[in-house]
């Protein structure tokens, strides 16, 4: 697939780290912008584990508190997490909450007996366009184990948190 007319041009494309995810080089993804991100971990179903789930899970909620973002959902599968958040007026641009949440996560892993990485090095993002509201995007995002066959109902799953009205 080549750059058509009017998209910008291969020299203008960065990506966080060896990451394949393309991001243009001048958007900081710091703003009043829904982002949905995907996580995988490098290898297994490490999130299978009770205390790893949760310690993911909380830590979603406190680095999007430390760097003041608006966390709208998420939702950790065995082997990747979901999250759907928002910097507002933080200013602080995605691939810091990124470097931060999956560092500190990362050290807690090891203390609980994991062995590094935990996390695949590339991070999928998804800015929410004009036309879709956060509610359906979460709304997608929460129904992942459903699809999945892991539980009936995504209430029913434990790793899944929803911090606005579906």
């Known amino acids: 697939m080549g750059l058509e007319k009017g998209n910008p041009k291969k020299h203008e494309l960065l990506t966080y780290g060896t990451?394949?995810?393309?991001?243009l080089a001048d958007c900081d993804y710091a703003g009043s912008?829904?982002?949905?991100?995907?996580?995988?971990?490098?290898?297994?179903?490490?999130?299978?584990?009770?205390?790893?789930?949760?310690m993911v899970i909380e830590n979603v909620e406190v680095y999007c508190r430390r760097l003041q973002?608006?966390?709208?959902?998420?939702?950790?599968?065995p082997d990747h997490?979901?999250?759907?958040?928002?910097p507002r007026e933080s200013k602080v641009p995605l691939a810091n909450w990124l470097r931060s949440f999956k560092s500190y996560t990362t050290n807690r892993f090891m203390k609980l007996g994991g062995t590094p990485p935990l996390w695949q090095r590339?991070?999928?993002?998804?800015?929410?366009?004009?036309?879709?509201?956060?509610?359906?995007?979460?709304?997608?995002?929460?129904?992942?184990?459903?699809?999945?066959?892991?539980?009936?109902?995504?209430?029913?799953?434990?790793?899944?948190?929803?911090?606005?009205?579906?």
């Open 122 to 166: 590339s991070a999928y993002d998804h800015v929410c366009r004009a036309a879709e509201t956060a509610e359906q995007v979460l709304r997608y995002i929460v129904e992942n184990p459903v699809r999945r066959g892991l539980v009936d109902s995504w209430e029913d799953w434990a790793w899944t948190k929803v911090c606005i009205q579906l």
């Open 81 to 86: 997490l979901h999250v759907l958040l928002s």
């Open 19 to 23: 990451s394949r995810a393309v991001r």
């Open 69 to 77: 973002y608006r966390l709208h959902g998420c939702c950790l599968m």
């Open 33 to 54: 912008i829904d982002v949905h991100i995907v996580i995988r971990a490098l290898g297994g179903q490490p999130f299978r584990a009770e205390p790893v789930a949760a």
